[in-house]
């Protein structure tokens, strides 16, 4: 995690990625960085391309140009489960957990790339193997703690309430162990408290579990509450990036958020 | 005469136990449907007399040799249907299946039409108990570990499998190699045990046989698999009083079951109960019964 190899200090490095779907630029040159241990939040308004350069993070889209890096190591072209296995772990703007499988079990999918028993150490299961599922469990039931959700661990997915299956979808991410945090949405459709709670759960990850975070929200308050650094993107580009302040304040983005005049 | 009518039904019981558990694992506990399980039998029966004919193997050498064979055809049936979902992949291990049967009906050294017989009569009661009761072990000590934790990651939800690190492609192959493993070791003891084998024994109808075992029992548990199997193995036997109505019977029993208790005996893990109120919408949400719609 200390990130050695890296000269610039940046966990995600993106250098001028852009990513076309026929004539469609939806992503489109854009440079992007995110620091060790920073809270970062991406905006723009709708079809801005924020998803489309989330996806390219995650390998779930392939970049047409440019270059992604995680840690200086390339990571552009992947596929998504080398990416998470390198250390991008994300949530999903609509809920995608495993809806039939218990709390925990979607937890300790969450540490697939950090345990290694094979198809034989299951049917031999071996020490090494037991005790690895054993070790699987523990921090399984410490994440789903750290988010409160430790007393339901055994209910069905599918039976939590919205906030809560929002929070088990970020310890399931969690479970990965990754270098950086990848939220979509994470308030989408939260009332005001489970609004609140879910700013200090993103806080607590990175200052308790010195995690890096990149999440889009549509949510200003949440955004502009707990984001060090803010890049907004529209059409395709970037057309500003700073603190929460100066986004605020910036004309380009009064301009593509509210029409013509600013 | 009597006993031995008996000792044949058991046989049969244990050998289906097997095909259903192994099909299981491929479309109910790793959600991909397919109507080609008596195809991985029949390259188990076949191999496994071959060796035992011709190469004079010893009988759990020439088990091993037919289930690691279809083990392999498996696997190479596994890599190009990959993309496919759902009804798409049914109809291509259904495609499979006809080939398999079809190269069986017209290779020389599978006596073709004729059918292969003069196999020796070596399984046992005994073999095809310890033979299902490794088969039941194997295949529940998967499923509790991380890699069944993952074919069923598979099946619930594949972008998120795929975003949790799991590598979709490797346990969906995974999933067709193990389950044709055991079919392929179902179809050694067939064929040590009837002493007879012709390509049409292992034809679509089985495998739709196989099918309707694994729901019936429910999709995505193995107890329910072993009741299923069991079930449709003996039902016939015991409707044969009714003679000419034993098929009749036999279909609406199958009608009767799927109207009154879709999700089969015994209900998928914990994933199959329908929850209270959610019925129709969760049907939807359902894999699949989706695809099968």
């Given at each position: 995690?200390?990130?050695?190899?890296?000269?610039?200090?940046?966990?995600?490095?993106?250098?001028?990625?852009?990513?076309?779907?026929?004539?469609?630029?939806?992503?489109?040159?854009?440079?992007?960085?995110?620091?060790?241990?920073?809270?970062?939040?991406?905006?723009?308004?709708?079809?801005?391309?924020?998803t489309t350069l989330f996806n390219l993070f995650t390998g779930h889209y392939q970049p047409t140009g440019g270059d992604i890096f995680l840690q200086d190591e390339k990571i552009g072209g992947l596929k998504p489960h080398q990416i998470t296995e390198k250390g991008i772990a994300r949530t999903f703007q609509n809920i995608r957990l495993f809806a039939g499988m218990s709390v925990l079990d979607n937890v300790l999918i969450g540490g697939h790339t950090r345990t290694k028993t094979g198809l034989l150490g299951a049917i031999l299961q071996c020490p090494g193997d037991k005790?690895?599922?054993?070790?699987?469990?523990?921090?399984?039931?410490?994440?789903?703690?750290?988010?409160?959700?430790?007393?339901?661990?055994?209910?069905?997915?599918?039976?939590?309430?919205?906030?809560?299956?929002?929070?088990?979808?970020?310890?399931?991410?969690?479970?990965?162990?990754?270098?950086?945090?990848?939220?979509?949405?994470?308030?989408?459709?939260?009332?005001?408290?489970?609004?609140?709670?879910?700013?200090?759960?993103?806080?607590?990850?990175?200052?308790?579990?010195?995690?890096?975070?990149?999440?889009?929200?549509?949510?200003?308050?949440?955004?502009?509450?707990?984001?060090?650094?803010?890049?907004?993107?529209?059409?395709?580009?970037?057309?500003?990036?700073?603190?929460?302040?100066?986004?605020?304040?910036?004309?380009?983005?009064?301009?593509?958020?509210?029409?013509?005049?600013? | 005469?009597?006993?031995?009518?008996?000792?044949?039904?058991?046989?049969?019981?244990?050998?289906?136990?097997?095909?259903?558990?192994?099909?299981?694992?491929?479309?109910?506990?790793?959600?991909?449907?397919?109507?080609?399980?008596?195809?991985?039998?029949?390259?188990?029966?076949?191999?496994?007399?071959?060796?035992?004919?011709?190469?004079?193997?010893?009988?759990?050498?020439?088990?091993?040799?037919?289930?690691?064979?279809?083990?392999?055809?498996?696997?190479?049936?596994?890599?190009?249907?990959?993309?496919?979902?759902?009804?798409?992949?049914?109809?291509?291990?259904?495609?499979?299946?006809?080939?398999?049967?079809?190269?069986?009906?017209?290779?020389?050294?599978?006596?073709?039409?004729?059918?292969?017989?003069?196999?020796?009569?070596?399984?046992?009661?005994?073999?095809?108990?310890?033979?299902?009761?490794?088969?039941?072990?194997?295949?529940?000590?998967?499923?509790?570990?991380?890699?069944?934790?993952?074919?069923?990651?598979?099946?619930?939800?594949?972008?998120?499998?795929?975003?949790?690190?799991?590598?979709?492609?490797?346990?969906?192959?995974?999933?067709?190699?193990?389950?044709?493993?055991?079919?392929?070791?179902?179809?050694?003891?067939?064929?040590?045990?009837?002493?007879?084998?012709?390509?049409?024994?292992?034809?679509?109808?089985?495998?739709?046989?196989?099918?309707?075992?694994?729901?019936?029992?429910?999709?995505?548990?193995?107890?329910?698999?072993?009741?299923?199997?069991?079930?449709?193995?003996?039902?016939?036997?015991?409707?044969?009083?009714?003679?000419?109505?034993?098929?009749?019977?036999?279909?609406?029993?199958?009608?009767?079951?799927?109207?009154?208790?879709?999700?089969?005996?015994?209900?998928?893990?914990?994933?199959?109960?329908?929850?209270?109120?959610?019925?129709?919408?969760?049907?939807?949400?359902?894999?699949?019964?989706?695809?099968?719609?």
């Open positions: 995690m200390s990130g050695m190899n890296s000269n610039n200090g940046y966990v995600l490095d993106a250098v001028q990625v852009s990513r076309n779907f026929g004539g469609l630029k939806a992503v489109d040159n854009v440079d992007f960085y995110i620091k060790e241990q920073e809270i970062a939040g991406l905006i723009g308004p709708n079809g801005a391309g924020k005790k690895e599922e054993r070790e699987a469990k523990e921090l399984a039931l410490s994440l789903l703690s750290f988010v409160g959700l430790d007393a339901k661990k055994d209910e069905l997915s599918q039976n939590l309430s919205y906030g809560e299956q929002r929070r088990l979808e970020i310890a399931r991410a969690l479970a990965a162990d990754p270098k950086l945090l990848l939220l979509d949405e994470p308030a989408a459709g939260m009332n005001p408290q489970e609004t609140m709670n879910l700013m200090q759960l993103i806080s607590r990850i990175r200052d308790e579990m010195q995690k890096t975070i990149l999440l889009i929200e549509h949510d200003m308050k949440v955004v502009m509450g707990i984001s060090e650094r803010i890049a907004v993107l529209n059409y395709g580009k970037k057309i500003a990036e700073g603190t929460p302040r100066e986004i605020q304040r910036d004309e380009a983005v009064i301009h593509a958020y509210l029409g013509v005049s600013a | 005469m009597f006993s031995a009518y008996y000792l044949q039904i058991i046989i049969l019981v244990g050998i289906n136990i097997i095909m259903a558990t192994s099909l299981n694992l491929i479309t109910g506990f790793t959600g991909q449907l397919s109507i080609g399980h008596a195809a991985f039998m029949s390259i188990g029966a076949y191999a496994a007399a071959l060796a035992t004919l011709k190469l004079g193997l010893p009988f759990f050498g020439s088990l091993f040799f037919g289930a690691l064979l279809a083990a392999f055809f498996g696997v190479l049936i596994g890599v190009p249907t990959l993309k496919l979902k759902g009804d798409y992949l049914a109809i291509a291990t259904l495609g499979f299946g006809e080939i398999v049967r079809i190269v069986f009906l017209n290779l020389k050294i599978t006596g073709g039409a004729v059918g292969l017989r003069g196999v020796p009569k070596n399984t046992t009661i005994l073999w095809v108990i310890v033979a299902a009761i490794l088969t039941i072990f194997v295949l529940n000590r998967i499923l509790k570990s991380r890699v069944g934790r993952a074919l069923v990651a598979v099946r619930e939800d594949e972008t998120a499998a795929e975003s949790m690190g799991i590598n979709t492609t490797y346990y969906k192959i995974l999933a067709f190699g193990v389950g044709a493993f055991f079919a392929g070791l179902g179809g050694g003891l067939f064929s040590h045990y009837f002493q007879y084998i012709h390509p049409n024994s292992f034809g679509f109808l089985r495998s739709i046989e196989h099918l309707c075992m694994v729901v019936l029992g429910g999709l995505g548990n193995i107890w329910g698999s072993i009741i299923g199997a069991a079930a449709l193995t003996a039902i016939p036997e015991f409707l044969r009083a009714s003679a000419d109505y034993r098929q009749l019977f036999y279909g609406a029993i199958l009608v009767l079951m799927m109207r009154i208790r879709p999700e089969g005996i015994i209900s998928g893990k914990k994933s199959r109960k329908i929850p209270p109120g959610k019925t129709s919408a969760w049907r939807g949400k359902n894999k699949f019964l989706k695809a099968t719609r």
